[in-house]
């Protein structure tokens, strides 16, 4: 059974800071890309960040210098660590999980990410 579950949302303040956790398992084949990405109310989701599993990393423009992607070495987690948060960081951050072999995109449920002005 595929499972890509996030944690770590909530509700901060401008200038605070989350970590947000994705763990995704059951999938057959190896997970080339994990990101992350974002959807505000009326928008389009966009993505945030990115990593390969050799650690190449790839950011939104609004977030560099803000956030940081990890995965843990070989395993299929991730982890977004958003330091300075601003009220339009505000949305449903999605886990993605993205598999080279059948080209396919798993996503989580999602987690609320709310920042206060």
């Known amino acids: 059974q595929v499972q890509v579950v996030e944690s770590g949302g909530g509700l901060v303040q401008a200038g605070g800071s989350l970590r947000l956790s994705c763990a995704a398992s059951?999938?057959?084949?190896?997970?080339?890309?994990m990101g992350w990405y974002r959807q505000a109310p009326g928008k389009q989701r966009e993505l945030v960040a990115a990593i390969t599993t050799t650690g190449i990393t790839n950011y939104a423009d609004s977030v560099k210098g803000r956030f940081t992607i990890s995965r843990d070495g070989g395993e299929n987690t991730v982890h977004l660590q958003m330091n300075s948060l601003k009220p339009e960081d505000t949305g449903r951050y999605y886990c993605?999980?993205?598999?080279?072999?059948?080209?396919?995109?798993?996503w989580g449920q999602g987690t609320q990410v709310t920042v206060s002005s």
């Open positions: 993605n999980g993205r598999t080279f072999r059948d080209d396919y995109n798993y």
């Open positions: 059951g999938i057959m084949f190896r997970i080339n890309v």
